[in-house]
């Protein structure tokens, strides 16, 4: 296999399906992971002969095994970059005393879907970014995870009723990918080239978030490979914006 090869997760609408998108246009084999191979359907990129589809769920951590095992095969030379989109975020449904009514279950999924599962996944990946040229890993995170963002943010975030979660969820995934990916293995994994980024996509018009002004996922994805590309191992480890600018956290 002589193109870059790039993974992006949750690649069936959205952020995803606009990377995935945008990297097979790139010349890219893009290997997108969908929940369920029926949704790409009518997709932009269903019949695109460098994009391969790999079924993955977040919730099962079996799938994900599967789903490594199968990139495996598409990709035995190795993988250059991976975009770990793939997330859940419960918006809209919150009330002003959610706190008093937790739901247990919710948190749960925002941790698994947010935070282990593209950890797991990523882990069982470098094997194969370890063959590739770039070895980029890229976490869509959020700056709903910066203390000073939400702080600054208050009123916004009261207003669209995000669910308890979603931002503790992320601020966990940053700390995972610095304290597992990059202080953990700096002898392994930074002499070799990888290059770990955390970065908020902007306020993107999904599906997860309709209630005021945005920008679209086209333009999302476009600016975050825009900073993704100049990046290398000798950069510091920052929470990045899609605009290119640094975020507290």
Known sequence: MTSKVAVVTGANK??????????SELGYTVIATVRAKAKIAGTPIAH?????FVEMDANNYETIDSAVAEIEKIAPDGVDQVWNNLGVYNIGRGSDDRFKSLDPAELETHYKVN?????????????LLEKGQSKKIVFISSAASSFDVTK??????TAIGVIPGYASSKSALNMIALSDLILVFPYQLKPLGFTVVPLHP?????SMYVAGPAITPEESASKVRGV?????????FLLRNYDGSILPW
């Open 152 to 157: 600054q943010n208050a009123e916004f975030f």
């Open 48 to 52: 695109s002969p460098n994009v391969k």
């Open 202 to 206: 902007g306020v993107v018009l999904t």
């Open 115 to 127: 935070v282990v599962s593209p950890s797991y996944f990523t882990s069982k990946l470098i094997p």
């Open 228 to 236: 993704v590309e100049p990046l290398s191992s000798t950069d510091e």
């Open 14 to 23: 959205g952020i995803g399906l606009a990377l995935a998108t945008q990297f």
